[in-house]
């Protein structure tokens, strides 16, 4: 038997509720029901099953280049869509990596810095 994985954390200095919104709007998924601003930690599950999304408030902020990361796969949007939609929610482009051939990826961060990356979808 091996393990699966139940959450990815996301460690923030800020409000994990606010962080946890902008995820929330992101993904399309509520937070929890019981998350209010100020508490220390938010959730937002995976109704298929994955792994659910916990925010949770540290004393340290981020001091380097995320090391795992999360990529996206646009759903029903071209990839420039989605991330003029995800930069309308508050995310900052980093890098833009797609290539002429339309391959590639652009790296974003979300509020608190944290890097994730959009890839290209069905659409392009």
């Known amino acids: ?15 994990p509720y606010e962080l ?6 992101l993904l399309g998924r509520p937070l929890a029901d ?15 099953g994955g792994p659910a999304l916990l925010f949770v408030k540290v004393p340290e902020g981020k001091t380097a280049k995320n090391r795992v990361h999360l990529d996206l796969k646009p ?9 003029e939609r995800l930069v309308a929610l508050g995310a900052r482009l980093v890098a833009d990596r797609t290539r ?11 509020p608190e810095g944290n890097e994730f990356c959009v890839e290209r ?3 392009g």
């Open 1 to 15: 038997m091996h393990p699966s994985i139940r959450t990815i954390t996301f460690d923030c200095t800020g409000d």
């Open 20 to 25: 946890g919104l902008f995820w929330s709007r």
């Open 34 to 48: 019981d998350d209010k601003p100020g508490d220390d930690e938010a959730w937002i599950e995976d109704p298929a």
């Open 75 to 83: 759903a029903g949007r071209t990839r420039a869509e989605e991330v």
């Open 100 to 110: 002429p051939d339309g391959k590639g990826w652009v790296v974003l961060a979300d």
């Open 121 to 123: 979808g069905e659409l």
